[in-house]
């Protein structure tokens, strides 16, 4: 019985959240790698990308509240995402239009690129403070669980309940369903299939008669779809705070490193390596631990390796090993 209690304990505190948060960082490394594999750059405006989609959905959210227009048992937000998306697109272009494209066409290393999509990030991060504010924005709706805790420790008799938040089905049910979709675009359409062509061999590609402007478009308009999503649905789970995004900017690069720049199959196994690392060495294990050693010899501390105050010391040490050992990633992506 405590063995299947530190079971339970195990996916209360360290399966489940591990398998949204990496869902979650998986869509994230998804945008930053699929700019960087086609536009040739890397993105530090993406986290504020993420930020701007999320705040979108949520006022679009409110707005539908006030209608009284809710989802049921599920987020409204979900039946705001595509306001969210399309705001964010639409924001994007304007920004590749006004900004990226002066420098595409001047041919400008990706080094100034990388530069001048930092100074893009400040400007976003600044619109978003500007619109929604800096405090805290909780817009989860409808049902808290899928599986109550209480139920289930009627039903199994067992000390320590197994909770299931809606919020983290929907992440992982939704992050199953934009990968799937995207790599059928890559792999199944026309359009796709001229990305990856652009990506693989630029020159060839213009020659073959590929049209630059549409591909750097739809890039645009996917990377931003796709940062809309993964914004809202970490907002769901834990909460929205523009700057929260721009901290993610570390664990979400390190995913896409991890698993290969410019790899989308390396990004999403990058994004559950850097999550489960996250949460395994920031993990209380005590309660676990208890369950499994005789009561004499149950631990005091809490039987931490670091607070969840250095999570993303444990992306920065990760990163760095990478850098070092296989620049290229896991899955052979593109080298920095």
Do not use: C
């Not at 209360?12 to 700019?35: D, K, M």
């Not at 010899?297 to 999570?311: H, N």
């Amino acid at each position: 019985m405590d063995a299947l209690n530190a079971l339970v304990a195990f996916l209360n505190f360290v399966f489940i959240p591990g398998l949204s948060y990496g869902a979650q960082l998986a869509l994230g490394a998804l945008g930053v790698t699929l700019i960087y594999g086609i536009l040739r750059f890397s993105n530090f405006a993406h986290g504020d990308t993420m930020a701007f989609g999320a705040m979108v959905t949520i006022l679009m959210t409110w707005w539908l509240q006030s209608l009284g227009v809710t989802f049921g048992p599920l987020p409204t937000a979900l039946l705001a995402l595509p306001f969210g998306i399309a705001a964010t697109a639409a924001f994007v272009l304007a920004t590749d239009r006004v900004v990226y494209r002066f420098y595409r066409r001047q041919k400008a290393s990706s080094t100034i690129v990388v530069i001048v999509s930092l100074g893009v990030m400040f400007v976003m991060n600044g619109v978003i403070r500007f619109i929604i504010g800096v405090d805290e924005q909780n817009f989860s709706d409808g049902a808290r669980f899928v599986l109550n805790p209480n139920e289930f420790k009627t039903m199994t008799g067992l000390a320590e309940p197994l909770a299931i938040k809606t919020t983290q089905l929907v992440t992982v049910v939704t992050a199953i369903i934009v990968v799937g979709a995207l790599f059928w675009f890559l792999q199944k359409t026309r359009t796709g299939k001229s990305m990856r062509a652009f990506s693989d061999n630029e020159d060839l590609a213009l020659l073959s008669g590929i049209n630059p402007d549409k591909v750097v478009a739809v890039t645009w308009i996917i990377a931003a779809g796709i940062a809309t999503i993964a914004g809202t649905l970490y907002g769901l789970d834990k909460s929205f705070k523009p700057f929260t995004y721009f901290q993610l900017l570390l664990p979400i690069f390190a995913a896409a490193i991890v698993g290969g720049l410019g790899n989308p199959l390396g990004a999403i196994a990058g994004g559950f390596v850097i999550a489960f690392s996250e949460v395994m060495v920031t993990n209380a294990w005590k309660k676990i631990v208890t369950y499994l050693v005789p009561e004499s010899m149950a631990p005091d501390t809490l039987v931490q390796l670091l607070s969840t105050d250095y999570k993303f010391a444990v992306s920065f040490t990760i990163l760095i090993i990478v850098l070092l050992f296989m620049p290229t990633g896991l899955f052979k992506g593109k080298s920095l």
